[in-house]
């Protein structure tokens, strides 16, 4: 079969199809931080009136079924993407994020509607739950495949650039609220506020991605389908038949995951708790960190790509196996405000090695029929298992009095994937993206990738 060259975007519009691919990406991470940014302002809403620490606690467990939810995202929304195509794939991402925070800011409170309001947040937060599980797989298939042959690396970074700042943009519309608003006024009816913005920015993004250029990859497989009558793939039967790379997946994300939450959410909290650093400082410090965070993760996407992505991954898997209990340990005994920057700075220069390349190194692992779902379900069983729990172990320990005994936890971690990252092939030098470019008639090999 030849290749489809008038279905493919031109060169000039893959920034744009980036772009918009990154912003839905943004929409759907901001959505996800402002529900654990402001529920210390909505827990008295949604349920009964008490124990501030009791409500806090409930919108905790929500918070938690949400993050379970993301396993059935990635598997529900990574067949859809590999069925029906990527760009219809991110729309209904987009589109089941914004419905939940719509729900959200919209629900009467407990008063008014009685059990049916923490109901309704549950539900809105299962939406939420599948549409960010989703999206990472659907969103790191499209960039990897969308991207200029040569910079991939380069392009696909920007899906971890979308989520830090979407991140950040949660917290920045906090900031702004909490000037702008009384405490009584952001516990009335200023924390909707974010939750209306988020939904109607999502409508507004989905419709932008309906006019993304489907990917090259999808629409040859989709030709290859209809003209032999094969049934559709992205089956979790078809993704089994690629045990190797499923294996490789789940040992790269694995101390990516985890040092990732730490570094980037947990951190704060750390420096404070931990290291007595007055909140104010431990906050500005996070916020300046993951700024040049953001900045790093292109350059370490360029890098991948004219050196490899084997060795950009050896920098992080090796880094933090080495650096973690260091950092950690010299970071609980200092209050230095620049002494703790650098030491956070320094393990996100590691994280980045991960970070950066989180969606190209896993994309090029498994042919175009099963790509969206091979990466998305295994990263988010390990993002809900290992991500989503990195914090509650981190203090759950520190309550024990063994708090160093979750410093060789994520060292443990990270020693995981150097084991992976040292076992897998460069996949940039066998990348089956290239690969079913060039070959699309021809079955793929499920041993690629990864070495015997």
């Known amino acids: 079969m030849a290749r489809n060259k008038a279905a493919a975007p031109q060169k000039s519009r893959v920034v744009s199809n980036v772009i918009k691919g990154c912003l839905g990406n943004f929409i759907e991470w901001f959505d996800w931080f402002i529900y654990a940014s402001f ?16 409500q806090l606690l409930s919108t905790g467990v929500v918070f938690a079924v949400g993050f379970l939810m993301r396993p059935l995202g990635g598997w529900i929304l990574g067949m859809y993407a590999d069925r029906y195509g990527r760009r219809n794939a991110l729309a209904l991402s ?8 719509l729900v959200i800011a919209l629900t009467p409170s407990f008063a008014t509607i009685g059990i049916l309001a923490p109901i309704l947040l549950v539900l809105a937060r ?48 906090m900031i702004v609220l909490q000037q702008l608003l009384s405490p009584e006024q952001m516990s009335e009816w200023g924390w909707r506020v974010p939750f209306i913005v ?8 989905m419709i932008l991605r309906r006019g993304m250029d489907e990917s090259e990859h999808y629409l040859i497989e ?25 294996l490789a997946v789940f040992g790269l994300a694995l101390g990516g995951t985890v040092a990732f939450y730490v570094y980037t959410t947990y951190m704060q909290k750390y420096m404070v708790n931990t290291s007595g650093i007055a909140k104010e400082d431990a906050s500005i410090i996070s916020f300046v960190a993951l700024l040049i965070f953001v900045c790093l993760q292109p350059i370490a996407g360029a890098l991948s790509d004219r050196y490899g992505r084997r060795k950009v991954m050896l920098f992080f898997s090796v880094g933090g ?28 220069v590691f994280v980045t090695g991960y970070t950066a ?28 298992v290992f991500g989503g729990t990195a914090e509650p172990i981190a203090l759950a320990l520190k309550q024990a009095g ?22 897998v092939k460069d996949p940039a030098k066998s990348s089956q993206l290239e690969a079913d470019l060039q070959k699309p008639e021809s079955a793929p090999d499920p041993r690629v990738s990864v070495n015997a």
């Open 357 to 384: 390349l989180s969606a190209i190194v896993k994309a090029e692992m498994f042919p175009t029929k099963v790509r969206a779902l091979g990466v998305g379900l295994p990263h988010a069983i390990v993002a809900a």
């Open 321 to 348: 196996t080495v650096a973690t209990v260091p950092i950690l340990t010299l970071l609980s005994t200092t209050t230095n405000v620049f002494a703790a920057f650098g030491l956070m700075m320094l393990g996100l």
């Open 94 to 101: 987009v589109l089941l994020m914004s419905g939940g925070s």
């Open 222 to 246: 989709k030709a290859g389908r209809e003209s032999s009558t094969a049934k559709p793939t992205g089956s979790l039967r078809a993704l089994m038949q690629y045990p190797r790379q499923l």
């Open 402 to 423: 063994n708090e160093s005994v979750f410093f060789w936890y994520v060292t443990g971690c990270i020693a995981l994937t150097l084991v992976a990252a040292i076992m």
């Open 39 to 54: 529920s210390i302002y909505f827990a008295a809403s949604f349920f009964p009136a008490g124990n501030l620490t009791a």
């Open 126 to 173: 299962l939406l939420q739950g599948l549409s960010v599980g989703g999206e990472f797989g659907s969103s790191a298939t499209y960039l990897s495949e969308i991207a200029t042959p040569g910079k991939r690396g380069f392009y696909s970074s920007f899906q971890y650039v979308s989520i830090i700042l979407g991140q950040l943009a949660a917290l920045l519309v």
């Open 198 to 205: 988020g939904a109607v920015a999502g409508l507004g993004v």
